[in-house]
Structures are given as structure tokens and as C-alpha cells.
């Protein structure tokens, strides 16, 4: 097998137990102040910025335009008069022309060639009008889409502000073609684009200089997707940043990077069958034709935004603004361009060029990343919500509503863990005594005392007579711990699930507005906690259970997407009512009673030793 390597690691230019049991109680306590730590990182991990992008030096750009740009010579029998004296083709205005299908309408301008807009139509901003997947400030500062990138940037800003000549002007629907040219000066540039009724574009370009071919790439500049936190004199409605990636394919295997780690204006030749601009739910992915020969320059800036969102007069810090150029080695640049949602049933539609020439390699379905070992359940899990919604119909409402039934099913599912936890919180009770007795023979000794082995050897030997699994409660918590986490990569990762509506909730994958959720949270799990019987615990620790955890939960869950929350929450309610019929069977009043005689002892109202009942 062919070594695969990660080509922004390379060299530039070279390629790509005690009453209900203390201690299962206190490995249930420990997993679930584990999840609520991991949650917090998470959170406040997301608020630092990145560090700063290491920057390409000019000797090292001078090297690179060396090496890697074909020599400016005149071709043989060419002289510069005879170039000079060819015709010119330019435009003598600028003008626009629009291309539109039932996905996309794309705003063309022949300066330079390039896109001023890409409006998915049914994909809409925080304002209720189609997406624009070009931010105009940042568009402003880098460039427009489908721009030139070359190695000497007095050619490059000369072909991105020319006047082309364009095949058309003023509206067209696809399926149809839009060419550019303009020539002037030596230089002869073609842009041809290729529509139809998909996302895909295919395009084709060359840049001629006295008839000599320059390598100029195509160019997606300055990231994509909903970017509300670059909109001028205003904070974003969520206070979430955009997470940009480069994704790519070579020879199959599909790899990624975060945007901090991109260095910025370096080349890499690699056969890639496809490079992707990503964020969470769009992606801007070029196909080259032939992957062979394919170039991919990363180009890493920034631009300074308030360090806090929901504060504009915070002090700015620098945040990344990624974007990459796509070309061909030999000059002529032949490749397809997806620019659309990360949905999976479109994405598993367009395939990269195989070995054989042929569109038979990787579809563009991994750009959607639901994780490794957590994709083994975060992509059922979004196949299954799929599935309800598809049931339920297109309403506006039915994602929330999938995601509540899915819940009620898998409560439903775990109840026979849940009635196992509950016998082996029991023997736990009822075996208790015994277990209190063992520990008081051995209570004088020093934690580093050899003999307090003894002690956990007969104390695992009552549990293997009394026939007691010390962690037989945790069962029904560990399944919820990866669900929850693939509950959160699928709100992360979905695209339909961005801006659908529940109620209140006008985005699932965004934040409680009216933090409506985050309070449910708090109340119902301190009812969970204050329900279940938990005999053997001290005060602070079932203050820490009853009160604290739930706040905590109810805090980090303020700022995560309130589908999640959803999901908690739904969760909650179930519990609170399975609970109710808990109480109400033979185990539950037996438990509660042997609670209540453990809390009199405790507190001195009952001296006299309880036997549990075998």
C-alpha cells in the first residue's frame, strides 16, 4: 500500500458503595461529572481563538513561484511585437449575468470573471432570504469565488480586475454555458461554465501568456456558509463562530484539517480527487478531471472580529478565514465544482474520477463527519430521525417532533436495564448492613495499611454470595453517555436540521433563545434525583446529585444546540414518569423503606441495626 500522508504536514511544495451501593454510586456520580467535564471543555474550548497561522515568508514565496510557475518567455516564432499587435478583447463596461436552476442563482461579474453572489434558494440566513454563500466584507478584503491565484501577484490582480468579454449577459436558466475571454497585452484568458439542473458546475480555464501557458488556479478565497459573525456593526443571533476545514481524497482516504492548523499560501501536488472548503453545513469541493495532476494551494488569513460576539465593543482579536485554489499542473485547468449543502442524500450522488478516467471514485459523502467510533451510532442515529420525519411529514415542526418520539422509543427500549439496575440497587440495600459491619473492623486502619486488602476481599466475597453486581445501577446512564454524544455530532453535522423550527425553537441546531429548555432541565432532573432512593449516600453528596448536577447540566446545555436539549430534557420527563411507576411496584416501596430507615439511623432516630431482607 501506498503511503498516504497529510499534505499540509509536508514540506511546502512537495504534495499533500454505600446504601444503594457507595461504590456504584459513586461511579455513577463520577460518570456523570465526567460527561458534564467533557461538555465544559467543549464549551469553553470553542470561545479561545486558534493560534496564530504560521506565515509563508517572501523568499519563500519567490522559491515557490520559481519552482513551481512556468518560465514568461515568448513561444518560438513569437515575437512581442507580434503579440502586442493582436487584436484585444475586453468589455467596455462592467456587467452582470445570472444563472439560475431551482438550487442556486449565481450573480456573475465579468470583472475578473468571477461570482459577487451564490444564493442557495432553499437554504435561507438568519434574516429569511436564500443563503449567500459569498460573504462581501470578507469577499472585499481576499477575493470573490471562482477568482484566479497565481504566483506573481501584479498578473494576479491584473486577470481578477480585467474586463471580460462575456458569451452572454442578463438572466439565463440552466442548463447552458457562460464563457469569458479577454485578451490583452500578450495574455489570452478563457473561462468557460458548464450549468445544469445539479449543484455541480463544470469549469474550464486557461491563462496564455505570449502563448505560453501560465499556471493560474482557481480560487475559493474567503470561506462560506452562514459567517454572521463578519456582518458589519452587528453580533450574530447565536454568538457562534463559523468552523471552517479543508477536506480532501487521495487514492480513497478521506482526510481533514481545522483551520488553525492550515498554513497559509502553500503548495501541494497530489493526485486529489477531490479538495474541499467546508463548514459545518456547506461545502465549496473541486473534482479535478484529472487528479494526477492536480495543484491545491491553501490559503490561510485573518480578520479581526470582537473576542466576545454578543459584544461588538469587546476588544478584536484576529479569527481565521480560510479558502483554497484548485488547478491543473499543465496549465489548463479542467475540474467540477460542488457548491451546496452538506446533505447526505446529494452528496452520495457526485463522485471524484477514479483510476479509469471515469466519475467512479469517492462520492463527496464523507465530507459529512459524524466522527469515528462515535459515526457507528451518530449516523444510525440521523438515519433514524430521517426515517420519523420522513413519517411525520415535511412540517416545519416534524425534526423536533422525530427527535422526541426517537427519544420516548429508546427510554422504552432501556426499560428492562432500568428494572435490572433496580434489583441491583436492592441486594445493594439489603446487603448494606453486612457491608457496614465489614467496613467497621476495619476502620481504624491507615489507607496505606496492607491488611485493608482483607477488607475488600470479603467484601467482594459477600457480593459474589449475596449474588450483587456493585455497578449493576449504572447500566441505564451508559448507553445515554455515546447516545448523547452522537445526538450532539448529528445537531452538528446535519444540515436539515439547521433552522428547523419546534415551537419556540427556531433552530435546532442553535441555542434555546428563550433558554426555556435549560430550565426544564434543571427542575426535572432535580426531580429525578429527588424520586430515586439513594439510602447510603451523605448529605453532600446527594446535595451535590440533587441540586448541583443539575444546574451544571442545565448551564452547559444553555449555550449547546437546543435540539439537544430537547433530547435531555424529553429525557427527563420519561424518567420522572417511569420513576412514578418505580415508586409505586414492591421493589420500589421496599426501597424507599429501607431508605427511610437507613435516613432515621443516620440522623439517630433509630438506633438499632436494620437487617436487610435476602
Not at 158 to 175: C, E, K, V, W
Request: charged letters at 15%.
Amino acid at each position: 500500500m501506498p503511503e498516504i500522508r497529510n499534505p499540509n504536514l509536508d514540506p511546502q511544495g512537495s504534495g499533500g458503595g454505600s446504601g444503594s451501593g457507595g461504590d456504584f454510586r459513586s461511579l455513577t456520580t463520577f460518570t456523570f461529572i465526567a460527561l458534564i467535564a467533557i461538555l465544559g471543555f467543549q464549551f469553553f474550548r470553542s470561545k479561545e481563538n486558534p493560534p496564530a497561522p504560521a506565515t509563508q515568508t517572501a523568499q519563500q514565496a519567490t522559491q515557490t513561484a520559481n519552482q513551481s510557475a512556468p518560465a514568461a518567455a515568448p513561444a518560438a516564432g513569437t515575437s512581442g511585437s507580434q503579440a502586442s499587435a493582436a487584436a484585444a478583447i475586453t468589455a467596455s463596461s462592467e456587467t452582470e449575468t445570472i444563472i439560475e436552476n431551482e438550487l442556486y442563482r449565481i450573480v456573475f461579474t465579468n470583472r475578473g470573471a468571477q461570482v459577487k453572489h451564490w444564493y442557495l434558494k432553499k437554504y435561507l440566513d438568519h434574516t429569511g432570504k436564500p443563503l449567500d454563500l459569498v460573504q462581501a466584507q470578507l469577499a472585499e478584503h481576499f477575493g470573490l469565488p471562482l477568482s484566479f491565484y497565481t504566483y506573481e501577484p501584479a498578473l494576479t490582480a491584473q486577470l481578477n480586475q480585467a474586463l471580460y468579454q462575456p458569451s452572454a449577459t442578463g438572466q439565463r436558466i440552466a442548463p447552458g454555458s457562460l464563457t469569458y475571454h479577454y485578451s490583452a497585452s500578450g495574455l489570452d484568458v478563457v473561462k468557460t461554465f458548464h450549468f445544469d439542473s445539479s449543484y455541480v458546475l463544470s469549469i474550464d480555464s486557461q491563462v496564455l501568456r505570449n502563448g505560453v501557458p501560465v499556471r493560474a488556479l482557481l480560487c475559493w478565497p474567503a470561506g462560506l456558509g452562514d459567517m454572521e459573525e463578519f456582518l458589519p456593526n452587528s453580533s450574530t443571533l447565536n454568538s457562534i463562530r463559523t468552523l471552517s476545514q479543508l477536506d480532501w481524497s487521495i487514492d480513497g482516504k478521506h482526510e481533514s484539517m481545522k483551520s488553525a492548523k492550515v498554513s497559509g499560501n502553500a503548495t501541494y501536488d497530489q493526485p486529489y480527487q477531490y479538495a474541499a472548503l467546508t463548514d459545518l453545513y456547506f461545502a465549496a469541493a473541486f473534482l479535478p478531471d484529472v487528479p494526477s495532476r492536480a495543484t491545491l494551494v491553501t490559503l490561510h488569513n485573518t480578520y479581526d472580529l470582537p473576542s466576545d460576539l454578543s459584544n461588538p465593543a469587546s476588544q478584536k482579536k484576529p479569527d481565521d478565514v480560510l479558502g483554497l485554489a484548485v488547478g491543473d499542473a499543465s496549465g489548463a485547468t479542467h475540474l467540477r465544482l460542488y457548491a451546496g449543502p452538506k446533505q447526505m442524500d446529494v452528496l452520495k450522488t457526485i463522485y471524484s474520477i477514479g483510476p479509469d478516467g471515469k466519475p467512479d471514485g469517492p462520492s463527496l459523502s464523507p465530507l459529512i463527519q459524524f466522527g469515528d467510533w462515535l459515526g457507528l451510532i451518530a449516523k444510525p442515529l440521523y438515519l433514524a430521525l430521517r426515517w420519523l420525519r420522513g413519517l411525520l411529514g415535511p412540517g416545519a415542526y416534524n425534526w423536533g417532533w422525530a427527535i422526541i418520539i426517537f427519544t420516548i422509543a429508546f427510554n422504552l427500549i432501556m426499560l428492562p436495564t432500568r428494572f435490572m439496575a433496580m434489583k441491583s440497587s436492592l441486594k445493594m440495600m439489603r446487603v448494606q448492613p453486612k457491608v457496614d459491619a465489614i467496613r467497621r473492623r476495619y476502620a481504624n486502619l491507615k489507607m496505606n495499611d496492607p491488611k485493608r486488602s482483607e477488607m475488600n476481599t470479603e467484601m467482594m466475597a459477600l457480593y459474589q454470595a449475596e449474588g450483587v453486581n456493585m455497578y449493576g445501577s449504572c447500566l441505564p446512564m451508559l448507553p445515554q453517555i455515546p447516545l448523547f454524544f452522537a445526538y450532539f455530532r448529528v445537531l452538528q453535522n446535519a444540515v436539515e436540521l439547521r433552522q428547523a423550527h419546534w415551537f419556540w425553537l427556531t433552530d435546532l441546531s442553535a441555542p434555546d433563545p428563550l433558554h426555556i429548555l435549560p430550565v426544564l432541565i434543571i427542575v426535572s432532573m432535580f426531580l429525578v434525583q429527588y424520586m430515586t432512593p439513594s439510602p447510603g449516600m451523605d448529605a453532600s453528596q446527594r446535595r451535590m446529585m440533587a441540586i448541583m448536577s443539575p444546574v451544571i447540566m442545565g448551564f452547559v446545555l444553555w449555550h449547546y444546540a437546543s435540539g439537544l436539549a430537547l433530547y435531555w430534557g424529553t429525557s427527563n420527563i420519561v424518567n420522572i414518569l417511569m420513576q412514578l411507576g418505580v415508586n409505586q411496584s414492591s421493589m420500589g416501596k421496599e426501597m424507599h423503606a429501607i431508605a427511610a430507615r437507613r435516613a432515621q439511623k443516620k440522623a439517630g432516630a433509630n438506633p438499632r441495626v436494620v437487617q436487610g431482607k435476602r
